[in-house]
Nanobody, 133 residues
Framework: EVHVVESGGDLVQAGGSLRLSCAAS????????IGWFRQAPGKEREGVVC???????RWLDSVKGRFSISTDNAKNTVYLQMNSLKSEDTAVYYC???????????????????????????WGKGTQVTVSS
């Protein structure tokens, strides 16, 4: 069965850095689409980044240049490196997996918003990131 587990959330000061981990199992990791999402209190969930199985990435505009994504295939783990953190980054961060063919990964649902993606059928429970002002 598919399992997705996030870790690394913490309380950090504005301007600081944090690295989140997404450990996954139960599927062919290198071929999957992986997304990081976040949800702040009172706000809708938004896609932070989507990485397709064929190497494409799509970023939320507000984190471009500050966040980056990397993988360790031997550990079946995806990392979200977050730098220059702002209070607006405070949220629960989720990792999700798309097991469809890679050509279908990271496709935006335009009617919903520019950072909503189809196909993320497996989700972790989330990890809290809090950025102090």
């Amino acid at each position: 069965e598919v399992h997705v587990v996030e870790s690394g959330g913490d309380l950090v000061q504005a301007g600081g850095s944090l690295r989140l981990s997404c450990a996954a199992s139960g599927f062919t990791f290198a071929e999957a689409g992986i997304g990081w999402f976040r949800q702040a209190p009172g706000k809708e969930r938004e896609g932070v980044v989507c990485m397709s199985g064929d190497g494409r990435t799509r970023w939320l505009d507000s984190v471009k240049g500050r966040f980056s994504i990397s993988t360790d295939n031997a550990k079946n783990t995806v990392y979200l490196q977050m730098n220059s953190l702002k209070s607006e980054d405070t949220a629960v961060y989720y990792c999700a997996v798309d097991l469809r063919p890679s050509s279908l990964h990271c496709r935006v649902v335009a009617a919903v918003g520019p950072n909503f993606y189809y196909g993320m059928d497996y989700w972790g429970k989330g990890t809290q990131v809090t950025v102090s002002s």
